[in-house]
């Protein structure tokens, strides 16, 4: 799954065995990801 | 390939990939259209095609980005468009408000839940025909 952090300006991927990895930071240009979409 | 909407941007993030070497860019309306004001939810459909709840301004923009061309959808019916997903006749689902309405890109509007007294829904999702909606009542 997607995460949106407000908090930290960053988008986590998420998988099954709840590993987190960092997709887009603020060094990426976001500031208030507020929603994530993917195509299944 | 994923989409992120930013509200201080006033723009969606398109990234390539799901490791952190992935390529992203950041997608805006052309002036004809106007700038997003506090994008919302969004939805990522076939080939590619981003829906987002442009909130402030009261519509939905799709972008179609083989061609890159931008439509915009519901201005005028909608009040404050916060949650979106496409439905698989290609209408957008749009949690607006108090209600859900479905948009055609024909410029139809079909209200699927009507506007009702503590009933404030604010995302929407499609799960093979069923639709669902997140929010409260009360």
Redesign the interface.
Known sequence: V?V?DLANAR?L?VDATGSA????ESK????????????A | ?????????GAV?A?SG???D?A?G?LRPPPAIGGMHN????????E?TVVVADRDNGRVLVLFTASLTWVELGSGSLNRPTGVAVLPDGRVAVADSRRVLALGLDGSVEELVAMAQGFVPVGVAEAGGRLYRRGHTG
């Open positions: 997607l949106t988008v991927g990895t960092v997709l887009l990426h240009g976001i500031v208030m990801p507020v929603a994530a979409a993917i195509h | 390939v994923f989409v992120v909407s930013d509200q201080r941007l993030v990234f799901l490791d952190a992935g992203f950041v994008p919302a939810g969004l939805a990522l459909a076939e590619g």
